[in-house]
């Protein structure tokens, strides 16, 4: 069987013509019933277009805007209209901001995101005219979540050189020992972090401060792990 309007071949329980939607049987119809069936498609789809639009205009109204990661609603006058030009950022605001994006598609569970910009990333941090401990601290950790343990070794023994007890070394180290399966190497560098966390944090350094929520995460990663080894009597 074949429509009568433009020859496609149908199926012998065709009600409307899959091509160009004309009814099969009953007679030829013409006009708008010729469309009838694409016609009722389309006043779904403008309907809901419709909806969609109402929706994002009585949000625009109200004043809100998108959740923030606390899950609260960032104010809209905080929300930026357009993406940020980082080509007007300094050199090291252009790598912080890589970084930070990084982590948060990471953290995000993006991890093909977070691969795209890494490496932009890293080159950032390499056109620094110069790298403090916190570069370094971020270097190391675009290091392992590329999976590169002993790229974040180095950027950790570079932080112990110029600070022996720098928390952010024993960070690095435990972690980057983790990912070479090195359990009590991994385990000497919580340690060392343990020891030496009250005298540095009463340094009040200011990556501390920037990285404060870090530092308590690993603080309670650290015990667990020292614990634990403990408790299996070794």
């Not at 809901?48 to 006058?77: N, W």
């Not at 950790?156 to 435990?174: C, G, K, N, Q």
């Not at 991994?186 to 401060?209: G, I, N, V």
Request: glycine fraction near 10%.
């Amino acid at each position: 069987m074949n429509c009568h309007a433009c020859g496609a071949a149908l199926t012998s329980t065709a009600r409307f013509c899959h091509k160009c939607g004309a009814q099969v049987g009953g007679g030829q119809a013409s006009g708008w019933r010729a469309g009838l069936p694409w016609g009722v498609a389309g006043a779904a789809l403008g309907a809901l277009l419709t909806v969609v639009a109402l929706r994002f205009a009585g949000s625009g109204e109200r004043g809100a805007g998108p959740v923030d990661a606390t899950g609260g609603t960032a104010p809209r006058s905080l929300l930026p209209v357009n993406a940020p030009d980082i080509s007007q950022m300094s050199p090291e605001e252009r790598a912080t901001r890589l970084y930070n994006r990084v982590m948060m598609l990471h953290t995000q569970g993006k991890p093909d995101s977070a691969e795209f910009f890494l490496p932009m990333a890293l080159q950032a941090y390499a056109m620094l005219p110069a790298l403090d401990v916190d570069a370094r601290y971020h270097i190391g950790v675009l290091d392992l979540t590329g999976g590169n343990p002993a790229a974040a070794l180095a950027q950790a023994d570079t932080i112990r050189r110029t600070v022996p007890t720098h928390l952010f070394a024993f960070m690095l180290r435990a972690r980057a020992l983790e990912l070479e399966r090195d359990s009590a190497g991994a385990r000497r560098a919580y340690r060392d972090f343990l020891t030496h966390e009250a005298a540095e944090r009463t340094r009040q350094r200011p990556e501390y401060s920037e990285h404060a929520e870090n530092l308590d995460a690993f603080h309670g990663q650290a015990t667990a792990a020292t614990a634990g080894k403990a408790t299996r009597g070794s």
